[in-house]
């Protein structure tokens, strides 16, 4: 729809006129024009000015609390919950020095060879590491959630980065109280075909992890089963519209019917058209 063109000057001026806009402003009955309607204010982003690329973009300050992406005191709860998973450490190390195997070595006098280089001591070490770690930090994933129900980003990562911590501890202190290292020096202190326990070693360093993800798995598991729900939001009520028409009688006609001037037929209606009658 093209827009109406301006009738020619009545006077017959000769100046030129302006190009015609359908929306400008129209004159009032008495000349004059009315002021152009201000502007609408910018809408400031929701994002306090930042850029959508920026992190937290689109999340204003005082929602992120709401949404959960900053909690109070997960800081508090990350140092909390590392610093008591760490000194679990200690409990690692005593029972590791306590339940391992010995590897036992066998002396010339000089020095010092496996007693029985086809056993498997070493994996039987690494092994009682494994599983003390794996119960210790099952143990720590239960009672991380029986002291912080509510959970958190805080409670996660202090059990994760307590239990790296932890399982070094417990290394450390195996590998410390443990038999002497030197086995030069006990090969020559035991004497020729003296039979002394070798020293204590972590040789599967991948057994560090076994501690954190024991206690995340557990704590995962924990808070699944007995962990606070959210409640189910009510449902939506169901609008029920009023009842349509009663079926139509056995044999009878439609509520439809009458039909449509015109005679035409309805296929959709359900229903056949009364027979015409003859003329009398």
């Not at 827009?3 to 001026?13: F, I, M, Q, R, V």
């Not at 070490?125 to 009672?143: E, K, N, P, W």
């Not at 991380?144 to 996660?156: D, I, K, Q, T, W």
């Amino acid at each position: 729809m093209s827009a109406p063109t301006p009738s020619p000057d009545p006077h017959g001026s000769s100046r030129p006129q302006p190009p015609y806009d359908p929306w400008a402003h129209r004159p009032e009955k008495d000349g004059s024009t009315p002021p152009p309607a201000p502007a609408a204010p910018a809408a400031e982003p929701a994002d306090g000015g930042q850029g959508w690329g920026a992190p937290g973009a689109g999340v204003r300050p005082e929602d992120r609390l709401e949404l959960g992406l900053v909690r109070p005191g997960d800081l508090r709860n990350l140092l909390v919950v590392a610093g008591f998973v760490a000194l679990a450490g200690v409990v690692l190390g005593l029972l590791w020095l306590w339940l391992a195997p010995g590897v036992p070595y066998i002396s010339d006098g000089q020095r010092a060879y496996l007693q029985n280089s086809e056993a498997e001591h070493g994996v039987a070490v690494d092994g009682t590491y494994a599983l003390l770690a794996a119960g210790i930090g099952a143990l720590c994933g239960v009672a991380a959630f029986l002291a912080r129900r509510s959970g958190g980003v805080g409670v996660v990562v202090g059990l994760a980065l307590g239990g790296v911590l932890g399982s070094m501890v417990g290394r450390l202190l195996g590998e410390l109280l443990g038999p002497g290292g030197d086995l030069t020096a006990r090969a020559a202190e035991a004497g020729r075909g003296g039979v002394f326990d070798g020293p204590l070693r972590l040789e599967a360093e991948v057994a560090i992890l076994v501690w954190p993800l024991a206690a995340l798995l557990t704590h995962l598991l924990v808070t699944a089963l007995f962990g606070p729900r959210d409640e189910d939001p009510a449902a939506p009520a169901v609008a029920v519209g009023p009842a349509g028409p009663d079926p139509a009688p056995h044999g009878g006609p439609s509520p439809t019917w009458p039909a449509p001037a015109g005679g035409h037929h309805d296929p959709s209606a359900g229903q056949e058209p009364p027979a015409s009658r003859p003329p009398e």
